[in-house]
Structures are given as C-alpha cells and as structure tokens.
Nanobody, 121 residues
Framework: QVQLVESGGGLVQPGGSLRLSCVAS????????MGWYRQAPGKQRELVAS???????NYADTVPGRFTISRDNAKKMVNLQMNSLKPEDTAVYYC???????????????WGQGTQVTVSS
C-alpha cells in the first residue's frame, strides 16, 4: 500500500513564500513522474508543475518564474517552492506521483490528501 503525505501549507500574505513537501511511503518499487496540482473553490483541479524521473520540469502558464518544483528520489519526496504568492494562488494543493508498487506490473497514479494554501492580507 502506498501513501502520500503533504506538508507546508498555510496562510501567507501576498508577496510571501511557502514551501510544500510531499513524501511517499509503502511498497514502492519505482517512482516516475511527480507533480503538484491545485483546486480553487468552484474550479477544476489544474496542474501547477511536474517533474520527470530525469529531472525535466513543466510549469503552468500562471506560475512562470515564481514556483520551482524539485524532487529527492532517495527520500521519495517532491517539493514546490512558491515565491511572490498572489491571492489567486489560493487553493488546495495536491501532490501526485506515478508509482509502480512491488509485485505490480502497472504504474499507477497516487494522490496526497491535499494541503490548503491561502494568500491573503
């Protein structure tokens, strides 16, 4: 069984910074892509940033130069450094990992429980 646990959300003023982390645990054989998504009230969940096993990154058009995704394969961790935060960044942020479990032939998507990020003065 695989579990993803997120941390680092909270309340921050506009222009501030937060760092989100997500750690995977369980019977993991291999992790390929990792990513962060967010869902604001009344809106669909959207991709914020993703990173491949080789370190290639992809960002949503709404966060250019402000957010940085990184990963630590040894720790089974993905991070999202968020700078210059804006009120429109307010949302629940979810991590997602593509994981192959020990004994499984398929790679499956696993999600964290979500962490609230609120940007407000």
């Amino acid at each position: 069984q695989v579990q993803l646990v997120e941390s680092g959300g909270g309340l921050v003023q506009p222009g501030g910074s937060l760092r989100l982390s997500c750690v995977a645990s369980g019977t993991i054989l291999r992790i390929s892509d990792m990513g962060w998504y967010r869902q604001a009230p009344g809106k669909q969940r959207e991709l914020v940033a993703s990173i491949t096993s080789g370190g290639s990154t992809n960002y949503a058009d709404t966060v250019p130069g402000r957010f940085t995704i990184s990963r630590d394969n040894a720790k089974k961790m993905v991070n999202l450094q968020m700078n210059s935060l804006k009120p429109e960044d307010t949302a629940v942020y979810y991590c997602e990992m593509s994981i192959r479990e020990i004994g499984d032939v398929y790679i499956r998507a696993y999600w964290g429980q979500g962490t609230q990020v609120t940007v407000s003065s």
